[in-house]
């Protein structure tokens, strides 16, 4: 079993739905973080999270400690959301840690 | 500011030949971390890099090396190459004292192929 799974792995919407991505992780950490990968290869930093919640513009990450679970929501989506999105986490550990990542959810919204 | 720079972009190499990709941060940030990207693999850590001292490192056998210099720009060297080498590799570099609770800003990466 991974230490991170994502799901769903793939997920189609229409534009303008609500859509959740969700992350589960089996290990202690320090902080998880959501990323956006275009088609292309770069990777964008969306979010970084110990605790709580944050929002930015249609975007919201959520996170469980207790439950080691997180979300990635977007609010009205827009075809321009179409991305992988990856969750990582930092496994604690003092001053070594170890970043680990979900395989990624692929979302197209379509127009 | 400019962004995080990795050069070159691509790369073929043979299997047994050696590589070394280059990787500038973002100006101010000390901290790099290097990682390899495959389809059946997906994301995977290779270590990470502080003042010119790895930091961290990923469950990667030997053949994977790198190096910060007094710049903060880093090398990352692949000896041996296998046909499993071939990947995305990403680098991405954060300010204040990087590890966890530091944004990560990422690289454009090098898509190597090995043949």
């Known amino acids: 079993k991974n230490e991170v799974e994502q799901s769903p792995q793939n997920l189609t919407a229409q534009e303008g739905e609500f859509i959740t991505i969700n992350c589960s992780y089996s290990?202690?950490?320090?902080?998880l973080h959501w990323l956006q990968q275009h088609p292309g290869g770069g990777i964008v930093s969306l979010f970084m999270?110990?605790?709580g919640k944050k929002k930015h513009g249609r975007l919201i990450a959520t996170i469980n400690i207790q439950e080691k679970h997180s979300s990635l929501h977007i609010t009205a989506s827009h075809p321009r959301d179409s991305a992988v999105y990856i969750c990582?986490?930092?496994?604690?550990?003092?001053?070594?840690?170890?970043?680990?990542f979900g395989k990624g959810t692929l979302l197209t919204v379509n127009p | 500011k400019a962004g995080v720079t990795q050069t070159p972009r691509y790369l073929i190499k043979t299997r047994g030949q050696q590589v070394t990709l280059s990787c500038s941060p973002i100006s101010g940030h000390r901290s790099v971390s290097w990682y390899q990207q495959t389809p059946g693999q997906g994301l995977q850590f290779l270590f990470e890099?502080?003042?010119?001292?790895?930091?961290n490192k990923g469950n990667f056998p030997g053949r994977f090396s790198g190096r910060q210099f007094s710049n903060s720009r880093s090398e990352m060297n692949v000896s041996t190459l296998e046909l499993g080498d071939s990947a995305l590799y990403l680098c991405?570099?954060?300010?204040?004292?990087?590890?966890?609770?530091?944004?990560?800003?990422f690289g454009p990466g090098t898509r190597l192929t090995v043949l």
């Open positions: 890099y502080f003042s010119e001292t790895q930091r």
């Open positions: 991405a570099s954060s300010g204040g004292t990087g590890g966890p609770y530091n944004e990560q800003f």
């Open positions: 990582a986490v930092f496994n604690s550990g003092g001053s070594n840690y170890k970043l680990t």
């Open positions: 290990v202690g950490i320090s902080a």
């Open positions: 999270l110990s605790s």
